[in-house]
C-alpha cells in the first residue's frame, strides 16, 4: 500500500506537444529527510509509514492516479534567448485539488533525466534541496506568494559535481508551475494553437476573471508587482530572474542562488553567475517588468492583428512600475509604523534606507528593532538616526497603533546565508540538528524567541557569494 492521493491531472489532458511523458528514475535507497504534514494534509495526501513516503517522494514508488511528466519551456537566461529549457531535473507527478479548493502541483525535483536534460544528469544535490526547502517555507510563513516544499529526500546515490555530493530530491508544491517561458516557447515556434490553448488553460487555473490575452497579461502584471513587493519588503534577493524562474501565477519559484540580505545595501548581488548584477535587490522591479515585456509579446502572437494591440500591451506593462511602487510603499510604509502611505511618505522611507545603506545596519534587526526596541542601536552614527527619527516621530502622531504595525510587518527571523550555508554543510555529514532548528524559528519568523538565529553575520561568518542550485 503505497500513498494515495486525489489526482486530478489537467495538464496531461493538454496537448503531447506541451510535455513529454516520464517516468522517475527509480533511485538506489531512498531515505526521508523532511516530510510537511500540514501541507499534505492540505493536499489530501493518505497517512503513510516514514519508508513510503520515502519511496514516493523520491521517485520509486508511483502513486496510484499520478501521470507523471516534463513539461516544456523556454526563456531568457540573463537577457538572452535560450528556445528549449523544460523540466530538465523535474516532473510533474501530477495535481491535486487542496482542502482548500484550490489546485496544486506536485513535482519531484532531482528525479532523474529527461529529454529536455541537456548535458546536465537531472539529478540534484542535497545543499540546494534543503536550501529550497528551507527558504520556501521560509517565504511562506513570511506571507509571500511561493512555491512549497512537501518533502525532502536522500537518493543514496552520489551526485558528481565539483566534488561527490549525497543525491537528493524535493518534492515541490505549486499553484501550478506555469512560466513565462512556456508562452515564449509556443510564441517564439509560431505554435498559435498551443499558443492560445495555454491561454485558456492559465485564465481558467488562475485568473478566471481576465478577459482574453490581454487580462491574462494584466493579471500576471499585478500578481508579480505584488510579489516583488513581497520580496523587497524582506530583504530577499531571487538570483535568477529569467524568465523561465518567473511564474504565471505570481509565486516565488525556483530558488536557486537567492538570498536575504544581511547589511543593507541596495546593489547587493549574491549569485556568483550574476557578474553584472542584472539581478540585484534593487533592480528586481525593473527586471520584473522586462519580463512581463517577454510575456506580453509572446501573448500577443495569438491575436489576428497583434499590431492593433500593441499599445494596449504597452500600457499595460507600463502600468507595472506604479503598482509596485504602490505595493512596496504599502509594505515598507507599515514596516515604519504607516497604516496608510502616501507617496509624501517615500522621502521618510527612503530616508532610513539610506542611513541604513551608509552605516551598513542590518536590514531586519533594523526594522525588528524599530517595532520592538531601539534602532538606535543598530548605527553608528546614533546623530544620524536622532535626526531621522525625530521626523518620524513626528509622522507616526496620527497613527493608532504604529509598534502593532511594525510588528506585523517585520519578521525578527530570515533564513540568513551563514545559517543556511551551515545547516548544508551540517547534514553532508548526516546532521540535520540545524535544519530543524531553522525550520522551527522560520515557521514563526514574527515571533521567535531564537536569538542566536536573528543575529546577523560576524565579519567572518558572512558569506559573499551563493551558488546555482543544480
Ligand atoms: P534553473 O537553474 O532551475 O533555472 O534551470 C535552468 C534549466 O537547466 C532548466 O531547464 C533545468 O531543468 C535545467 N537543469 C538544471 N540543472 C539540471 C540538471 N542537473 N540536469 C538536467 N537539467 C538541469
Ligand atoms: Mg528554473
Not at 533511485?27 to 523532511?34: E, K, S, T
Not at 507523471?68 to 523544460?86: E, K, T, V
Not at 517565504?139 to 512555491?147: E, K, N
Not at 548544508?424 to 522560520?442: E, G, K, S, T
Request: net charge negative; aromatic share 8%; proline share 6%.
Amino acid at each position: 500500500m503505497s500513498i494515495t492521493a486525489p489526482f486530478d491531472n489537467s495538464y496531461a489532458r493538454l496537448p503531447r506537444s506541451f510535455y513529454t511523458r516520464q517516468n522517475p528514475v527509480p533511485v538506489r535507497a531512498p531515505q526521508l529527510i523532511a516530510y510537511n504534514e500540514s501541507l499534505g494534509a492540505l493536499l489530501g495526501l493518505s497517512a503513510a509509514t516514514e519508508a513510503e513516503r520515502a519511496a514516493v517522494f523520491s521517485g520509486v514508488d508511483l502513486p496510484e492516479g499520478a501521470a507523471p511528466l516534463a513539461q516544456l519551456y523556454a526563456g531568457h537566461q540573463f537577457g538572452s534567448y535560450n528556445p528549449q529549457l523544460g523540466d530538465g531535473r523535474a516532473l510533474l507527478l501530477g495535481e491535486v485539488i487542496g482542502s482548500d479548493g484550490r489546485r496544486y502541483d506536485i513535482q519531484l525535483k532531482g528525479s532523474g533525466p529527461t529529454p529536455y536534460s541537456r548535458m546536465g544528469d537531472g539529478r540534484a544535490w542535497l545543499g540546494p534541496v534543503l536550501r529550497e526547502y528551507v527558504v520556501s517555507e521560509a517565504m511562506h510563513a513570511l506571507g509571500i506568494p511561493t512555491t512549497r516544499a512537501l518533502a525532502a529526500t536522500l537518493t543514496g546515490e552520489d551526485v558528481i559535481r565539483e566534488t561527490v555530493l549525497p543525491g537528493a530530491v524535493l518534492t515541490r508544491v505549486a499553484a501550478s508551475h506555469l512560466r513565462v517561458g512556456t508562452f515564449q516557447v509556443f510564441a517564439h515556434r509560431r505554435q498559435i494553437d498551443e499558443l492560445r490553448q495555454l491561454t485558456d488553460y492559465a485564465i481558467a487555473r488562475h485568473y478566471p476573471q481576465a478577459d482574453g490575452p490581454l487580462g491574462l497579461l494584466r493579471a500576471v502584471c499585478a500578481a508579480q508587482a505584488e510579489l516583488i513587493a513581497g520580496w523587497m519588503s524582506v530583504g530577499f534577493i531571487h538570483g535568477v530572474m529569467n524568465t523561465d524562474n518567473s511564474a504565471i501565477s505570481g509565486e516565488t519559484i525556483d530558488y536557486g542562488p537567492c538570498a536575504f540580505i544581511d547589511d543593507y545595501h541596495a546593489d547587493t548581488v549574491f549569485s556568483s553567475i550574476d557578474r553584472a548584477g542584472r539581478y540585484a535587490y534593487s533592480n528586481q522591479p525593473h527586471i520584473a517588468v522586462w519580463n512581463m515585456a517577454q510575456l506580453a509579446t509572446s501573448l500577443l502572437q495569438q491575436l489576428d492583428d497583434p499590431q492593433a494591440a500593441v499599445a494596449e500591451a504597452t500600457q499595460i506593462v507600463h502600468a507595472m512600475p506604479g503598482q509596485t511602487e504602490a505595493a512596496w510603499l504599502r509594505r515598507m510604509g507599515a514596516k515604519i509604523g504607516l497604516t496608510g502611505p502616501t507617496p509624501e511618505d517615500v522621502p521618510l522611507i527612503e530616508g532610513l534606507l539610506t542611513l541604513m545603506q551608509d552605516q551598513g545596519a542590518d536590514f531586519t534587526n533594523t526594522f525588528d528593532a524599530l517595532a520592538r526596541s531601539d534602532a538606535r542601536d543598530q548605527f553608528v552614527d546614533r546623530d544620524a538616526f536622532d535626526a531621522w527619527a525625530e521626523g518620524w516621530r513626528a509622522r507616526l502622531a496620527t497613527e493608532q497603533d504604529p509598534q502593532a504595525t511594525m510588528q506585523a510587518a517585520s519578521p525578527r527571523v530570515i533564513p540568513r546565508n551563514h545559517r543556511i550555508e551551515e545547516m548544508i554543510q551540517a547534514a553532508v555529514a548526516a546532521d540535520y540538528a540545524p535544519f530543524h532548528r531553522l525550520m522551527a524559528a522560520l515557521t514563526d519568523p514574527f515571533d521567535t524567541q531564537d536569538t542566536g538565529l536573528m543575529r546577523a553575520p560576524t565579519k567572518d561568518e558572512r558569506v559573499a557569494a551563493t551558488f546555482c542550485g543544480t
